[in-house]
């Protein structure tokens, strides 16, 4: 059987300008392409394909597998989204539990009520011959010094009463305390945990995290939180 070449290419360049021209429009209606626009290119491929040389079914099937196994995984990616957002307002609602309760936190300023008195603790991960705590109000001036002596390895609790270095009861505020530690011959900084009461809870639409509030405005995630009180 004869075949005209001449009106077979002219044929073949006339789809293969109608499959551009479906192509170049999907790509300006939106840079992603989506199901619709996969769809409309499959269908023009089909229609305009080169008689003399035919995709292959296998082709065709290959393709469509690989658009399904990425829709899939496009509509689970969706699915899992909407959880984390539901699982984050979930959480902030939980958390709303801890307003007015205490925390742990570390090197803050702490809120005292004056009479009152502030639980703390230091770590001391390889114990320590000797501790100091040095007590400061929100003017950074020294209000109190602790001192205990050789404490075994781990968290040594302690209480300070509220009192001044003449045992006065100091004024209602902001106080912080620092420690430092004789370990193994050498004066060292530890850090101190104080338990401070939560004002607030804050969420961050962008990872979903949730956070709590502090007296003095300090903010910490709540997977930070190791210790709650009342």
């Known amino acids: 059987m004869a075949i ?6 002219s044929s073949l360049l006339k789809n293969v300008s109608r499959y551009e ?28 394909q080169n008689p003399l040389e035919p995709v292959k079914n296998e082709a065709f099937v290959a393709q469509l597998a690989q658009f399904s196994q990425l829709e899939a995984l496009t509509n689970m990616q969706g699915s899992l989204d909407t959880f984390v ?3 984050s307002g979930e959480r902030m609602l939980n958390s709303a539990s801890l307003i007015g309760k205490k925390v742990a936190i570390t090197d803050s300023p702490t809120q005292l009520t004056k009479g009152g008195s502030m639980d703390a603790s230091v770590d001391l991960p390889m114990g320590a011959s000797g501790v100091q705590i040095s007590v400061y109000d929100s ?19 302690f209480t300070w ?14 106080y912080r305390l620092s420690a430092t530690a004789v370990v193994n011959g ?17 969420t961050n639409p962008t990872d979903g995290s949730v956070s709590v509030e502090v007296d003095g405005g300090k903010s910490l995630l709540l997977t930070d939180v190791k210790r709650v009180g009342i």
């Open 4 to 9: 005209n070449t001449n009106a077979t290419s």
């Open 21 to 48: 021209d479906v192509k170049d429009q999907a790509k300006k209606t939106n840079e992603e392409m989506g199901k619709q626009d996969f769809l409309t290119l499959f269908t023009a491929q089909l229609q305009n």
């Open 85 to 87: 957002t539901a699982m």
């Open 139 to 157: 003017q950074g001036r020294l209000v109190q010094e602790l001192t205990a002596g050789p404490q075994m390895p781990g968290t040594t609790p």
């Open 161 to 174: 009463d509220g009192k001044d270095a003449a045992q006065n009861p100091v004024a209602s505020g902001l």
């Open 186 to 202: 050498k004066t060292t900084n530890v850090p101190v945990s104080t338990l401070s009461t939560v004002r607030a809870i804050s």
